[in-house]
């Protein structure tokens, strides 16, 4: 059938709320990167989700970061002539209009069983400070991706639920109005990944620095909370301890991952070897960091702004012509 055609291979975005971790490295850029190494993709589609980033951010705030984390796309090695690149609040009318279409097939039950909302509403937040628009944002994350048609969405372990939620909504639309959309599918090079915070609290994210690596920090200070990171006692397994030999494999080389192979077989037979293990793991990231930082300190502004032009209207095109899709599908007459 002609309208569940896919128009976009690969999709993902990250959020401008503040500087990209190696946590967004592995588990959103990367898979993206080899298959693009590989050349096992034709072209991907990645954003800047600076609309989602109104759920706990100040637009002022944000809009600053919108620009840096295009040039991380690129730095981590995204290659501008290879993927779509563009800014989600260009297409602020398209999303918001297919995020009301598909609020009405969720009930506020399967909403509110989201693991994600629940970890935000145990860190604080609960219905007397939480804004609606955090509510919402699984709903806008699955028009982000229906509208462009898209078959797979790179996403970290925690995130995959967001992709079940909008392979639902696309079913539910589909049997009510008839099919136009596609069912999208978790992108996975292996199983999906999901990296701990350093210090133990909940996954790493930018909004707790203490326990994450950001990419743009000074190195000095990364290498210490690799220092600093929990880890196990001999012969025992941890969160952080898994986060910190990913992270290990992740900047190392194939004869650094061996040698963090070597020490936990150690690990496991009891031996105390951690400090070793975070002494190793640091040298990799130091050279990881200063080359990342050394590739994006080269990527000039001007050089980029008239690409994501470009592609802000491939992609406001796209989401369009699934718009008059939907709306004819559902009999939205005066639109």
Not at 102 to 119: D, V
Not at 187 to 206: A, C, H, I, Q, T
Not at 237 to 257: H, K, Q, Y
């Amino acid at each position: 059938m002609k309208n569940l055609e896919y128009k976009t291979e690969v999709f993902t975005g990250i959020r401008p709320s503040g500087g990209l971790t190696i946590a967004n490295a592995i588990g959103g850029v990367n898979p993206i990167v080899m298959l693009q190494n590989e050349n096992q993709i034709k072209e991907s589609m990645v954003f800047v989700a600076d609309l989602h980033a109104l759920t706990d951010a100040e637009p002022k705030e944000s809009q600053k970061n919108v620009m840096e984390v295009v040039k991380d796309y690129i730095a981590l090695g995204l290659d501008p002539q290879k993927n779509r690149i563009f800014v989600q609040s260009a297409l602020v009318s398209e999303v918001s209009e297919l995020t009301i279409y598909l609020s009405r097939l969720l009930t506020l039950a399967e909403l509110m069983r989201i693991p994600t909302l629940k970890e935000k509403i145990k860190k604080g937040q609960n219905e007397t400070n939480a804004n609606v628009l955090l509510a919402m944002y699984p709903i806008m994350m699955a028009a982000d991706i229906l509208l462009q048609k898209s078959e797979y969405v790179p996403v970290g372990e925690d995130q995959v639920v967001h992709i079940e939620i909008t392979r639902l909504l696309a079913q539910k639309f589909n049997k009510k109005y008839g099919n136009v959309f596609p069912i999208p599918k978790v992108l996975s090079l292996g199983k999906p990944v999901r990296v701990k915070s350093l210090n133990g609290n909940g996954k790493m994210s930018k909004t707790d620095s203490n326990g994450a690596i950001l990419l743009d920090d000074p190195i000095d200070i990364s290498l210490k909370k690799i220092q600093k990171a929990q880890t196990a006692f001999a012969g025992e397994n941890s969160d952080t301890l898994e986060a910190l030999v990913l992270i290990g494999e992740f900047v190392g080389n194939e004869d650094e991952e061996g040698e963090i192979s070597n020490i936990m077989n150690r690990h496991f037979k009891g031996e105390n070897v951690m400090g070793e293990l975070k002494s190793v793991i640091n040298i990799s990231l130091e050279k990881y960091l200063r080359d990342f930082q050394e590739r994006k300190s080269q990527i000039k502004e001007e050089d980029i702004v008239k690409k994501i032009q470009e592609d802000n209207e491939i992609a406001k095109k796209n989401a369009q012509e699934t718009l008059k899709e939907v709306r004819e599908l559902m009999g939205m007459m005066y639109i």
